[in-house]
């Protein structure tokens, strides 16, 4: 783990008292110092007092608060964030809150690490003066599913880091009692109402009735002690109070007991159920909160409801009447608390320590563009990306389950807008007999036909939705061979606008921060008039044309770079290679010019290409995938996890027949976009080559990823003088030609260009005049264009195709 130096100020209960989170505060300062991380232990219930003060509830909080906030003011110039242990009540208030304050006061990122089963209640009683204070945490973990829906409720993204159990020392032993020869059931809860431990009395009672040798053990202390005490000698039961039980003694009290019963009428993930588990006891519990996430019934524990001492009663008698079921539990129990042992946590939490690190501190300036100038722009252009980034922001971090039921739910609301305003899958349900109504499930895709970029070019207007709105004209950049001229309403450029923001601020940078664009369309090129200059302007980017890069110009955009100190790059990853090869080969340092991250799109990324970027920058890179048609597809994270838009985008990966393949298996790429009702593409075949992937990433982000991705290849040509220019420099002169089908351009020499051409009609002399002239106005005057015709053109060996080659080197 990647821990070495960081500096961590850890605040949080310490023993005693021996409470779960005071346990796993400590455990954790050791793992993180184990990992070379530079801890600062923060107790907030601390410093010791005088037990007769420390009785006294409200003089001994208000003793202890002044202390806390100078330690924290303190402690914040010498860390690099704070990782806030946190609980519900007083304990928030007094703790949790001043702590996550004075982190925002000193910029310092602070995650939160939320737990306590009453979260719920507590949020109902005061939730704006809570979130008042949870809006001052760069991020929120907490150890459950539940607790992450809680939060979801009020509206705040948690992200789910489990408990950490110590499976070096809790494992599975001899049974060695020291509490008689008869069953011996523990509880292992302060004696405190809300774990109920009158219920676990009198539900022992009811069990001693049945197996007079059995003995009930209930370690811990608190306020509930004496009332337990003459409970127990009313019931005539033996009782045995462990008091308080160090955490490192408690794998010998689990291992003198046959089973744990957890009573708690309020709960999470209790370390002491999952160290009960590690050490391969059967568990009886309520079902409340959390447990229900944490516990399957009758496969890991036995669940009843709260206060049922009956049912609690019965549960532990059929487990000590068949051991073999006991055993059962217990081994089930003991396979699934192995994914809570710090290997499998550590990565997760370093994703969070690197991710709020990462969390840009803009400039006043920037904070100008991404709070007012650009959601102005956006919305003087009818965008509503800036409310969709913000619905993306919270989803990214939804469980795969729910983005999946999600994604059916307008799937259904897709297809059936397209069964009734959109003429080609009128015509198209009809032939196949497909009903939007009865989609359940992504897999009923599969009984469509896929869509190619033939079926759009045959039947272009027929895929307009009658209640279209402010549909454009677009062309895919022709770098398939098969450039397409399609629609794209507003609704759809603004899905695309919100996913590139989104990941854009992954990595620590925003839209106004300075960008330079190395970019060859000429959409850009040749529409730059004053509002675009303007805008960019305003934005703080800079466009610099990747289709003719000389010597010269490279030195130009070197010089350029260097001026304007961009914190991100954005562009092909072949054409920034062009300008790290040159400033190397010219000695020219770039990585001292405040690159932050390049990111790079429309060409495959190589891994060659991934370390030169970055050694020439000093930045990290960021791959994305997509195009105009097929939308922003994925984008990679900073744990290099390439996420798909999976809220806009449903990504199949099928056979050659069409068939969907399972998860992990190689296959075309075939998307679904959910933003598109205005001009729909519903199983759109990319033509490119990828798998899913199987694992979920470190980062936390309930994205599915795309583990394999063979993109678009389009090489460098070089003119007769020498100039090198990107291959779509020649792609864009004949993708716009309305007979060209497909095309291959081959540079032979720097002599000779030959253009293979599927077309129909043919070509008539004038079109070819046109080819030939701008290919040499780019080429060179003297360099010889042969133009071929041919029927059909072959992919290449690997089965991708290429449709710019150069053979000079």
Same mark, same amino acid.
């Given at each position: 783990m990647k821990l070495a130096g960081l500096r961590i100020a850890l605040v949080g209960p310490l023993p005693p008292p021996a409470g779960g989170m005071a346990n796993q505060t400590l455990q954790l300062a050791a793992l993180l110092r184990a990992d070379g991380a530079k801890v600062t232990l923060m107790a907030v219930n601390g410093p010791?007092?005088?037990?007769?003060?420390?009785?006294?509830?409200?003089?001994?909080?208000?003793?202890?608060?002044?202390?806390?906030?100078?330690?924290?003011?303190?402690?914040?110039?010498?860390?690099?964030?704070?990782?806030?242990?946190?609980?519900?009540?007083?304990?928030?208030?007094?703790?949790?809150?001043?702590?996550?304050?004075?982190?925002?006061?000193?910029?310092?990122?602070?995650?939160?690490?939320?737990?306590?089963?009453?979260?719920?209640?507590?949020? %109902?009683?005061?939730?704006?003066?809570? &979130?008042?204070?949870? $809006?001052? #945490?760069? +991020?929120?973990? !907490? /150890?459950?599913? @539940?607790?992450?829906?809680?939060?979801?409720?009020?509206?705040?993204?948690?992200?789910?880091?489990?408990?950490?159990?110590?499976?070096?020392?809790?494992?599975?032993?001899?049974?060695?009692?020291?509490?008689?020869?008869?069953?011996?059931?523990?509880?292992?809860?302060?004696?405190?109402?809300?774990?109920?431990?009158?219920?676990?009395?009198?539900?022992?009672?009811?069990?001693?009735?049945?197996?007079?040798?059995?003995?009930?053990?209930? %370690?811990?202390?608190?306020?509930?002690? &004496?009332?337990?005490? $003459?409970? #127990?000698? +009313?019931?005539? !039961? /033996?009782?045995? @109070?462990?008091?308080?039980?160090?955490?490192?003694?408690?794998?010998?009290?689990?291992?003198?007991?046959?089973?744990?019963?957890?009573?708690?009428?309020?709960?999470?993930?209790?370390?002491?159920?999952?160290?009960?588990?590690?050490?391969?006891?059967?568990?009886?519990?309520?079902?409340?909160?959390?447990?229900?996430?944490?516990?399957?019934?009758?496969?890991?524990?036995?669940?009843?409801?709260?206060?049922?001492?009956?049912?609690?009663? %019965?549960?532990?008698?059929?487990?000590?009447?068949?051991?073999? $079921?006991?055993?059962?539990?217990?081994?089930?129990?003991?396979?699934?608390?192995?994914?809570?042992?710090?290997?499998?946590?550590?990565?997760?939490?370093?994703?969070?320590?690197?991710?709020?690190?990462?969390?840009?501190?803009?400039?006043?300036?920037?904070?100008?563009?991404?709070?007012?100038?650009?959601?102005?722009?956006?919305?003087?252009?009818?965008?509503?990306?800036?409310?969709?980034?913000?619905?993306?922001?919270?989803?990214?971090?939804?469980?795969?389950?729910?983005?999946?039921?999600?994604?059916?739910?307008?799937?259904?609301?897709?297809?059936?807008?397209?069964?009734?305003?959109?003429?080609?899958?009128?015509?198209?349900?009809?032939r196949c007999g497909f009903d939007p109504a009865k989609i359940n499930s992504l897999a009923d895709l599969a009984r469509l036909p896929l869509l190619r970029k033939a079926d759009i070019a045959a039947a272009r207007d027929s895929f307009k939705s009658g209640q279209a709105v402010g549909l454009r004209p677009f062309a895919t950049g022709g770098s398939s061979g098969e450039p397409l001229l399609f629609f794209l309403g507003r609704r759809r450029i603004s899905h695309d606008i919100a996913a590139k923001w989104r990941a854009t601020r992954w990595w620590g940078v925003d839209i106004g921060d300075r960008e330079a664009v190395l970019w060859g369309s000429p959409i850009e090129l040749h529409a730059q008039d004053r509002m675009r200059r303007l805008r960019d302007w305003l934005l703080r980017s800079s466009l610099l044309p990747a289709f003719a890069m000389s010597p010269a110009r490279i030195d130009g955009y070197i010089a350029q770079l260097r001026r304007l100190r961009p914190r991100m790059l954005f562009g092909y990853p072949s054409a920034l290679c062009r300008i790290a090869s040159h400033a190397r080969a010219h000695n020219t340092s770039l990585d001292g010019i405040g690159v932050k991250v390049a990111f790079v799109t429309s060409e495959r990324l190589y891994d060659a290409q991934r370390e030169q970027i970055a050694s020439a920058f000093g930045c990290q890179v960021a791959n994305g995938y997509g195009g105009r048609d097929a939308g922003f597809i994925a984008h990679e994270c900073p744990e290099g996890g390439m996420h798909v838009t999976a809220e806009d985008l449903i990504v199949e990966i099928v056979d050659a027949g069409g068939q969907q393949l399972p998860t992990g298996s190689t296959g075309e790429i075939v998307i679904t976009h959910l933003g598109t009702q205005d001009y729909p593409f519903i199983r759109y075949a990319t033509g490119d080559v990828g798998a899913l992937g199987t694992a979920p990433c470190t980062c936390g982000r309930g994205l599915p990823l795309l583990q394999k991705l063979e993109g678009r290849s389009t090489d460098f040509l070089t003119a007769q003088d020498g100039t090198v220019m990107h291959g779509l420099a020649l792609v864009y002169i004949v993708r716009e030609l309305p007979q060209v089908r497909s095309f291959k351009i081959i540079q032979e020499s720097l002599l000779l260009t030959r253009v293979l051409l599927v077309c129909l009609p043919r070509l008539d002399d004038t079109t070819r005049t046109l080819i030939v002239t701008g290919f040499q106005a780019r080429l060179g005057a003297q360099v010889t264009i042969a133009i071929e015709e041919v029927n059909d053109i072959a992919a290449e060996a690997s089965g991708k195709y290429r449709y710019v080659i150069s053979k000079v080197v």
């Open positions: 010791v007092l005088p037990p007769w003060l420390a009785r006294i509830r409200y003089l001994r909080a208000a003793l202890r608060l002044p202390l806390h906030l100078c330690r924290l003011w303190r402690a914040a110039d010498t860390v690099d964030l704070f990782h806030i242990m946190a609980n519900s009540g007083w304990s928030w208030h007094l703790h949790a809150a001043p702590a996550l304050w004075i982190a925002s006061i000193k910029g310092k990122p602070a995650l939160l690490n939320y737990r306590g089963g009453e979260a719920a209640a507590f949020f %109902a009683r005061s939730p704006r003066l809570v &979130a008042l204070s949870l $809006r001052r #945490a760069s +991020a929120i973990v !907490v /150890p459950s599913r @539940f607790l992450a829906d809680v939060f979801e409720q009020y509206g705040h993204t948690a992200h789910v880091v489990p408990n950490i159990v110590d499976l070096a020392r809790f494992t599975p032993g001899p049974r060695r009692s020291t509490f008689g020869d008869g069953p011996v059931i523990l509880v292992a809860r302060h004696l405190e109402t809300l774990y109920d431990n009158a219920s676990a009395v009198r539900t022992f009672a009811i069990v001693h009735a049945s197996m007079p040798s059995a003995r009930l053990v209930l %370690a811990g202390d608190g306020p509930e002690r &004496a009332a337990l005490t $003459r409970l #127990a000698l +009313a019931l005539k !039961v /033996p009782v045995h @109070f462990a008091g308080h039980v160090d955490n490192c003694a408690m794998q010998a009290l689990y291992r003198s007991c046959d089973m744990v019963l957890n009573p708690s009428l309020a709960d999470n993930m209790p370390i002491s159920v999952l160290e009960a588990q590690a050490c391969g006891l059967p568990i009886v519990s309520t079902r409340v909160g959390g447990i229900p996430a944490l516990l399957q019934d009758q496969v890991t524990a036995l669940l009843v409801a709260p206060g049922d001492s009956g049912a609690m009663a %019965a549960s532990i008698l059929s487990l000590l009447r068949d051991p073999e $079921r006991a055993r059962r539990l217990a081994q089930a129990g003991l396979a699934q608390v192995a994914q809570y042992d710090w290997p499998a946590i550590a990565p997760l939490l370093l994703a969070h320590y690197r991710r709020i690190r990462a969390i840009a501190r803009p400039s006043p300036y920037t904070r100008l563009v991404t709070r007012w100038l650009f959601p102005l722009h956006e919305r003087l252009k009818r965008h509503h990306s800036t409310s969709l980034l913000r619905e993306l922001e919270r989803s990214q971090w939804w469980s795969p389950e729910r983005l999946e039921a999600w994604q059916v739910e307008r799937l259904r609301a897709l297809l059936l807008h397209a069964r009734a305003h959109v003429p080609y899958y009128q015509a198209l349900f009809a």
